[in-house]
């Protein structure tokens, strides 16, 4: 009984240590400064912004406003800027027409953000002469510059680009503690990533692609949540590097109440958990054809929910304590550290220093809301999960 103890702390050890140390070894590779690949290249490239909006009139006017301000610093006749209306109200549709957005109203049996791109994309694909799209959720507001940013990107030849999802509030806990995931999640496992080599992470918004390539995939996706990962696999799959612009900024409203925290976090491990189940044999595949990318962004589907892992890390060592086994103790403290470490190096010292205290206090509920989570992964399976968002 005891030497199957042991074997099973060794397992997790392995499991939840090993990929601690990969987020470690990100968060150290994301210090490392990279020179910009800008070149002076004058084309002004016409884009397709287009905005997936279901149910989202409480923040979707206010968005579209500040984004239609843009074209005095991006022409408006080089970006069409659309809104894909499944289920606003039909004076929420007037008012955004009389802004200058274009209004494409779908209606679905089960909405999904896919089926809306895949409608647009019907519309505007075909007749109208793009050199890229911009995909944004309805509460992102683009930077002053986004577009112009997102030209010069696009004129030094990449293909897929993931922008900066800052966040645009901070009004309680959960929203920090979301907004401070995020940040992390970018530096490691999207500017770390590009540091190494390898592709950035897609998060379903703020994302810039080449407009033949995008159209290319679209229509092959189905995905009910978590549309960004089957991206990923698309691109690598087909050995397109996807890029991380960290001055590319859009603001993000985060998830204002631990009940949307576990409703979000549960759509997203669904579709982690089958999207790592549909890709795992091509995976192996790819790496025997020289495909590395494509089989590390499959290794990353098998991450455990890094909400959860640290206090998980720190139950193994108590339990490796309890067995008195030097080698599981050790290594168990390693990916401890390995696993808090990650966020210390990558994390602001000044947001932690202020909020440290109220953070603290709020990580049980946290865990608990990530547990929480997986109830809500089955319901996820079948329909879409939205989680609302409020003008901010």
Known sequence: METLIIILLAVLIAYFGGSALYLFVLALASKVKQRSSFQSVEKRNKFLVMVPAYKEDAVIIESTKRNMALRYQYPKRAFDYVVIADGLKLETVKTLRNLGADVLEVKFEKSTKVKSLQEAMKVYGENRAYDATVI??????MDMHFLAKANQYVNTGMKAIQGNRAAANGQNTIALLDGLSEFANQEMICKGANVLGLSSKLSGSAMVFDFELFKSVVFDLTAIGGF????????TAKKVFIHFAEDLVIKDEKVGSFQHFSKQRGRWLESQ???LKKSIKPAFKALLKGNFDYFHKTMQ?????????????????????????????????IGTVANFGAYVVCLPFKVLLKNGLKLIVALPKLVLST????????????????????AV
């Open 301 to 333: 589907l098998a991450l455990p929910p890094r909400a959860l892992a640290p206090f998980v890390m720190l139950m193994l060592v108590l339990l490796s304590l309890l067995t008195g086994n030097v080698v599981l103790i050790t290594l168990a403290t």
């Open 371 to 390: 547990l929480i989570a997986f109830t809500w992964m089955k319901k996820s399976r079948t329909e879409f999960i939205h989680t609302p968002h409020n």
């Open 273 to 275: 958990y089958t999207f």
């Open 136 to 141: 944004l959720d309805a509460d992102n507001v």
């Open 228 to 235: 960004d990962k089957e991206l990923e696999l698309a691109f």
